[in-house]
């Protein structure tokens, strides 16, 4: 066909009639308007329908009940026809692929996109009409003997002559010298001399190829073979002939040739091919791991998705897996530290999975597995928990134990998913509620989460507005020395005055600043206003120089580089003494680094201002960290003093608590007292400050300026 032509006489390999019905449409729309098609789904019809009419093209599916790609491909050569064959397939792998397309195949197309079907059979038509041009001028060329013209000495192609009823052979010196032979080595004046000397895996196509011209099924005789070197490599050689004498009785009586050494050109097709082929798997394998990529994973769902519409039996579940507290080790110990144990991760995870099973890595720290063949969904609550009991055991990093520990969702194909980003959506937001149940376990989706995760989206949309439209409030709680009753300073607590929830308290919005980093600008804000305000009550009140500001600090911003220098600032602005301000940093933060967490707070030290660790005695207590930081006090958690006067071990702990501080040198700070007796109880320990609702609930500025001035005058009044 003429490929300007709008005609297409396509040959469709397929079992399924909806897929040949799509092809055809994709190549309607691609511009093949007049469309000549018959569909075959077995060997004995494709063989049939071949010798019918000339076909354009054949487009096969990779595997069918009857007959697969390879088979079809095979049986096309064996007709001798050059017909494109391409492959349009929704299961063929790229190694699969790549192996097609050494085997004879012009190109594959997968079905999920279809839009470039008619790109791929156009540009196939091209390059077999060139064929056939080139072909046809070959045999141009070999009707005018122009053959006879390559027998100039220096051309390097070899010429040969072979006497068929004789079996005798004539070569130039060329053909020998090709295979580093010398004349008077072997008897090369024999056909049977030759024949040894071709590779094992070329011979049969070498004979087929032979047999068909002696037949006079081809005008010529065209082979690419390998013949062993006298060293005994390999050379890879254009074998090309044709009869040029018959007898009476038509039978072939001598074949002419060339011998063309093609050894560079085949190198370079082979690598080629590898390059297409790791191109190929570099676009679907992560770089670090080696592990699937998002791609790669998306192609598997989609895959999965179609059995389980197709199959119900053939049920899935996709794991999402996210490493808890990662960036707090990456930062701590090093990128390459991390790179290191994200490979022990994806090592871990590809040891667990079958071979029906994917494990692949989506970027950062976020894994999946997508699980197939699910014959219970309790086998996957299974394969859950001993995962995360396998990230549970230390990895040696770099000469050192470290400990993990991940948060895991989970979907499966009983919601009916339609897209493959559908799973990895819902799976995302369960693994988003295991971490907020407390990290370390496994959360199944259902649907309300999804609501839930959109409420949750506009609470960040909206908290990323907040701070520029002076939603957020500062309270005051204060902070009291048992001793005297006199009040030493605040602790800053932000509330945030929503438009419609209204007044939401740290709990509902903290978390959310966390993880999407605006944890550090709030952190700034509050800062910045609360030192403000102390800064206008020591003007208003200079017997008040004594009162220092409390302010919880994140991990993220502690580590920033730019933290330093914005304290310097603010408190230049506000023209404070660095002594009022005082930081607190919950325990479980200090413990995770603690010589560059030591390093960091003696550089907050050195600005002259004090650090408290806050909720101390949780659960890391101990004397091994605490001796090594610059800290100046310990804030006592609210859950031990709030139960001292029911609960006996509480009341133990707090006494211990005190107890280490005191013996340490530093001040014990307890929060969350609620009665007099508690309040009593902790002076007659030898706790020397507290806070709680007995003194007085958190207060806005102008209230916590009048309860302020209010309990200096009932102090001296006393």
């Known amino acids: 066909m003429n490929i300007a ?141 122009e053959l006879l013209k390559l027998a100039i000495e220096g051309s390097g192609i070899g010429l040969w002559n072979w006497h068929l009823p004789s079996g005798t052979v004539w070569v130039n010196d060329r053909c020998i010298q090709m295979l580093d032979y010398s004349p008077t080595t072997l008897d090369f004046t024999r056909y049977e001399t030759w024949v040894p000397l071709i590779h094992p895996d070329d011979q049969e196509k070498h004979l087929a190829a032979l047999a068909a011209h002696l037949e006079n099924l081809t005008p010529t005789f065209d082979s690419e073979i390998r013949l062993r070197h006298r060293e005994g490599h390999w050379v890879w050689v254009l074998n090309r002939g044709k009869v040029v004498e018959w007898d009476a009785d038509d039978k072939p009586q001598l074949l002419s040739g060339t011998l063309t050494d093609i050894t560079e050109r085949k190198q370079a097709e082979e690598e080629r091919h590898q390059a297409a082929a790791q191109i190929l798997y570099n676009s679907l394998h992560d770089a670090l791991t080696g592990l699937p990529n998002r791609n790669f994973l998306k192609q598997r769902l989609e895959l999965a998705i179609q059995r389980s519409r197709r199959y119900p039996q053939a049920q899935f579940a996709v ?9 707090v080790i990456n930062d701590s110990l090093g990128h390459q530290a991390g790179d ?17 099973d994917m494990a692949a890595r989506l970027g950062g720290d976020e894994f999946v597995l997508l ?170 009140y200079p017997y008040l120089a004594h009162l220092t500001l409390s302010f919880n600090v994140s991990i993220q911003d502690l580590w920033r580089d730019d933290l330093i220098p914005y304290l310097q600032s603010i408190l230049a602005q506000s023209a404070l003494s660095p002594c009022c301000l005082n930081l607190e940093i919950t325990e479980s933060t200090l413990i995770q680094n603690i010589q560059a967490m030591a390093l960091r707070l003696q550089q907050l030290r050195d600005l002259g201002l004090s650090i408290t660790i806050d909720d101390f005695g949780t659960g890391y207590s101990s004397l091994s960290y605490l001796h090594q930081l610059p800290v100046s006090a310990l804030k006592i958690d609210r859950t031990f003093v709030t139960t001292m006067e ?59 300026e009048r309860w302020l001035v209010e309990a200096e005058a009932d102090l001296n009044a006393k």
């Open 371 to 540: 699980l197939e063949e699910v014959d219970s969904f309790q086998v996957v609550e299974v394969v859950a928990e001993r995962l995360l009991e396998e990230l549970q055991k230390p990895f040696l990093v770099q000469g050192r134990e470290v400990f993990l520990n991940a948060s895991l969702g989970i979907v499966t194909s009983l919601a009916q998913y339609q897209d493959p980003t559908e799973p990895l959506r819902d799976a995302d937001i369960a693994m988003y509620r295991a971490k907020a149940r407390g990290r370390g376990c496994f959360v199944i989706f259902d649907d309300s989460m999804r609501q839930q995760m959109l409420d949750r989206l506009q609470l960040e949309q909206d908290l990323r507005r907040a701070i520029d439209h002076q939603e957020l409030v500062l309270h005051y709680q204060p902070i009291l020395r048992l001793a005297t009753g006199q009040v030493c300073g605040f602790e800053v607590l932000v509330r945030w005055h929503h438009p419609q929830r209204g007044l939401l308290l740290p709990i509902e919005f903290i978390p959310i600043a966390e993880e999407t980093g605006l944890i550090v600008p709030l952190d700034r804000w509050v800062l910045k206003t609360g030192l403000q305000q102390l800064a206008l009550w020591q003007r208003h």
């Open 646 to 704: 029911t609960h006996g071990p509480s009341a133990n702990i707090v006494e211990t608590l005190i107890t280490l501080s005191n013996r340490l040198g530093l001040e014990a700070v307890a929060e969350g007292v609620e009665t007099d007796h508690q309040r009593k109880q902790l002076h007659g320990l030898g706790c020397e400050l507290a806070q709680g609702h007995w003194f007085t609930h958190p207060l806005s500025a102008p209230d916590a």
């Open 5 to 145: 032509d709008a005609s297409l006489r396509v040959l469709i390999v397929e079992d399924c009639d909806d897929d040949a019905v799509l092809l055809r449409r994709e190549l309607k729309r691609a511009g093949f308007e007049d469309l000549t098609w018959a569909q075959v789904q077995t060997a004995d019809d494709f063989k049939t329908i071949l010798q019918t009419q000339p076909w354009d093209v054949v487009l096969s599916d990779y595997k069918l009940p009857h007959l697969n790609a390879p088979a079809a491909l095979d049986l096309l050569k064996q007709s001798g026809q050059d017909i494109p064959f391409i492959v349009v397939s929704g299961t063929v792998g790229e190694a699969t692929a790549v192996a097609l397309m050494r085997a004879g195949a012009c190109d594959y197309v997968m079905k999920d996109n279809l839009s470039r079907l008619g790109e791929a059979v156009r540009r196939e038509l091209r390059d077999a009409q060139d064929r056939r041009e080139r072909q046809q001028a070959e045999n141009d060329l070999e009707r005018t003997r």
């Open 319 to 327: 794991l999402f897996l996210d490493l808890d507290h990662f960036k």
């Open 340 to 356: 290191d144990i994200l490979v022990a991760v994806a090592n871990t995870l590809g040891g667990m999975v079958r071979s029906s």
